[in-house]
Structures are given as structure tokens and as C-alpha cells.
């Protein structure tokens, strides 16, 4: 692995061709995945600027994708998750493709930095680096676990050919958190059981994750 001159222009990501050939292609959908397979993914990664691979569908971008919940006593499994923290897209975020999105996820470009043995603790790293940089965890607010679920995939809109999201589930012990950029985004807490009401207007690796994982 090795990293650009320009660290703040580089991110990323892995050949598209070894990528597939350790997952089971999916065009459109969650795959399930384990922290083996993504140490070996992780391996194949290399750092290039940004606005290269912007336009390079023979790299695959992995984006760390966390959704954030608050658990339930006594409920195990996806359903102990009652509550999710839902964000919307504003003009100020930088991805246009995505304004005014709702969303599960946070998250984004892994920049890079220090890789460790197993490697997907970089990943976890680089999760909460972003956490920390969009989310203000407050009054005793703290993460009490991350789980990774699995990659999801969609290349049947073009920002998704670009990218492979890495889906986290993160749970906390309450939900006193606010957003670090309420230019860029605002969120709010849902019930699990209201989250249709906002299907329709989710970004795609949202609905996956409602499809394939929540529900």
C-alpha cells in the first residue's frame, strides 16, 4: 500500500477487477460480508487523488457507512435497534448528486493514515474520525459498539459506480447528539417504525440498508 504526495487530496480505494473477485457481484444490494474478507480487501487498497477517481470506474472508493442507533433493553439481533438518526442532505454538502437526500449513513473518505494489524482497524479509525468531525456526542453520549454488516453496492446510479459502502451499525447509550455543520445537514431521531415515511426520499444505500438489514 502507499500513499499520495497530496494527503489531502487522496483517498481510498481498491481495483475494481481484484474487488470482485472476492465478493459476490451484486449490482444493486447488500453483500453480506465479515471482518476477515475486509482485512483482505483492505490489502488490495492503495491511495489516489480524489478527483481522479471521481471518473474511474476501474476503482471501487470504500466508504465507511455508519448508521446510528439507540438500542432497546431486553430486544437482540437488527430489531434491538428501535431508534435511528436520520440526516438530510443540504446545497452546502459537497456531493450534488446527493443533495436533499435523507440518509442513515455517516461517513465518508478514508484518507490515509496508519495501517494496523487486523486492518480493518484502520476503517474503525477512520469511522470515527469522521463521526467526530460531523457529530457532536453530548451529555455522556458515547459509542458503545460498531459492528460491520457488510458491503453494499449500487451501480445503477453514477455516483455509486464510483464507491462500495462499508456498512456499520453503531450503537450509543443516548441520543444526545447534534450536527458539527448545520449548513451542510440536519438530522433528527425516528422511530424504526417511521422510517417509510421517508423511503421514497432516501439516497439508495439507504433504502439497501432498510431493505436488507433493518427490516
Not at 481484484?18 to 465479515?34: A, H, P
Not at 456526542?137 to 464510483?162: Q, T
Not at 438530522?187 to 439497501?208: F, G, H, P, Q, V
Amino acid at each position: 500500500m502507499c500513499s499520495a504526495a497530496n494527503l489531502e487530496e487522496s483517498v481510498f480505494a481498491v481495483p475494481a477487477d481484484s474487488l470482485w473477485k472476492l465478493l459476490t457481484y451484486k449490482k444493486n444490494g447488500l453483500i453480506k460480508g465479515n471482518s476477515e474478507m475486509l482485512d483482505r480487501i483492505i490489502r488490495l487498497g492503495l491511495f489516489r487523488e480524489r478527483s481522479d477517481l471521481e471518473t474511474d470506474a476501474t476503482y471501487k472508493q470504500l466508504i465507511p457507512y455508519a448508521i446510528i442507533s439507540n438500542k432497546e433493553p431486553g430486544i437482540m439481533g437488527p430489531r434491538q435497534s428501535q431508534s435511528f438518526f436520520l440526516f438530510q442532505r443540504k446545497a452546502g454538502q459537497t456531493e450534488t448528486r446527493l443533495h436533499n437526500k435523507f440518509h442513515l449513513g455517516a461517513g465518508g473518505h478514508m484518507n490515509p493514515g496508519k495501517l494496523t494489524e487486523p486492518e480493518t482497524q484502520y476503517v474503525i479509525n477512520e469511522l470515527k474520525r469522521e463521526l467526530f468531525e460531523e457529530l457532536k456526542f453530548l451529555n455522556g453520549c458515547r459509542i458503545e459498539d460498531i459492528e460491520f454488516i457488510g458491503f453494499i453496492n449500487d451501480d445503477s446510479i453514477p455516483v455509486g459506480n464510483f464507491h462500495l459502502g462499508l456498512l456499520y451499525i453503531v450503537h450509543v447509550s443516548n441520543k444526545d447528539i447534534s450536527i458539527n455543520e448545520p449548513d451542510k445537514m440536519t438530522a433528527e431521531w425516528i422511530d424504526k417504525n417511521e422510517l417509510m415515511d421517508y423511503y421514497r426520499d432516501m439516497e439508495t444505500w439507504s433504502r439497501i440498508a432498510v431493505d436488507f438489514y433493518i427490516l
